[in-house]
């Protein structure tokens, strides 16, 4: 193993972190599947779930969703296009 001893609070202390890090990912993806006007949590709700959360994207910044997508991103390139650039009058 990796350490020679543990303290018997570490279990306890191990379990509380991992049950915050799972109700925060649940609720956060709750949310996502409310805005989607779905009744199931699906792993593309926990993708953008993750993906929107700066701290959660950084804690799993190395794992990857089975069928959760890519989330949506606005390239650079297409925002700096001006709006009703092509529209000139009718003549």
Avoid: W
Wanted: net charge positive; glycine share 10%.
């Amino acid at each position: 193993g990796y350490a020679r001893r543990v303290a018997k609070g570490a279990t306890f202390y191990l379990t509380a972190v991992i049950e915050y890090v799972v109700a925060e990912i649940i609720e956060l993806a709750g949310n996502s599947a409310k805005d989607a006007k779905t009744s199931r949590i699906g792993p593309r709700h926990i993708q953008l779930a993750v993906r929107n959360d700066e701290e959660l994207n950084k804690f799993m910044a190395g794992v990857s969703i089975l069928r959760g997508g890519v989330p949506p991103r606005i390239v650079e390139a297409s925002a700096a296009i001006k709006l009703g650039a092509g529209k000139g009058k009718a003549v």
